[in-house]
């Protein structure tokens, strides 16, 4: 027997219920590709932090909330993924950075929510 796990909405309207992990190989070509024509929203977290995973259920939401406009990923600030992190300064986590057109247009460190949520609806 083989099990899937879903980790985006599927063709029949289903909701997202984790948001897509960036590894360093995929990091900088996700980020232009899929930037050109919506917000796309990075957390750079850590798998031991605790506000990180606090905030998790809200980004999920919000990544239902808005599928077409907005693209919420993580990136996980871990040994294999250091040129990444050390390249673009992440000294805290969770740390936030907005992507269109390929250049970051704003961050944010900290789980702060309603910060976050204001910066998302300003740059969608």
Request: charged share 30%; hydrophobic share 40%.
């Amino acid at each position: 027997m083989i099990a899937v796990h879903l980790v985006g909405p599927t063709s029949i309207g289903e909701p997202l219920t984790e948001l897509k992990e960036l590894d360093q190989s995929e990091f900088y070509s996700f980020i232009e590709e899929h930037s050109q024509d919506r917000l796309v929203v990075v957390d750079f977290y850590t798998a031991w932090c605790g506000p990180c995973k606090l905030i998790q259920p809200t980004l999920v939401e919000w990544a239902n909330e808005f599928a077409g406009e907005v693209e919420l990923v993580r990136f996980e600030c871990k040994k294999e993924n250091k040129e990444i992190g050390s390249k673009l300064g992440i000294k805290v986590a969770p740390t936030f950075f907005l992507y269109k057109k390929g250049e970051k247009v704003a961050s944010l460190t900290g789980a702060k929510t309603d910060e976050l949520r204001k910066l998302i609806e300003t740059h969608k």
